[in-house]
């Protein structure tokens, strides 16, 4: 199941001089928020992974598949009541057809996640 255009939908996106940087609004409605956690929600981490996975798959216009994770942190609670807005900054590098991605997702001064990590066209 796809979160794009459900959980989060895109409000810009922009071509940076080592990637791409996309301004995400989160749907604090969305049903994941009623299991986590009822009356604070909390988007889980696995869910901003994924989000990173999904913009990165429609910048490049190709499936991706996670092979390996070097680096996931997660540095504050990402809360949509509080936070609706995210900007994603997401820098890469392309070597036999293995990208490697690090990313973060900042509001303001607030980084709430950086990942690294490697993919596999598919």
């Known amino acids: 199941m796809k979160?794009?255009?459900d959980l989060f939908e895109i409000l810009e996106s922009s071509v940076s001089e080592v990637g791409f940087i996309t301004t995400i609004k989160l749907n604090p409605a969305h049903i994941i928020y009623s299991g986590h956690f009822p009356g604070h929600p909390v988007t889980p981490g696995v869910i901003q992974l994924q989000i990173v996975h999904e913009l990165s798959e429609k910048h490049f216009r190709r499936n991706l598949k996670l092979l390996t994770m070097?680096?996931?942190k997660?540095?504050?609670i990402l809360n949509p009541e509080e936070t609706p807005?995210?900007?994603i900054h997401i820098e890469f590098t392309i070597a036999d057809e293995l990208l490697h991605i690090k990313a973060r997702g900042e509001y303001g001064t607030d980084i709430f996640f950086k990942l690294d990590g490697m993919y596999q066209f598919t």
């Open 70 to 72: 070097s680096q996931s």
């Open 3 to 5: 979160l794009i255009n």
């Open 74 to 76: 997660f540095l504050k």
């Open 85 to 87: 807005h995210l900007t």
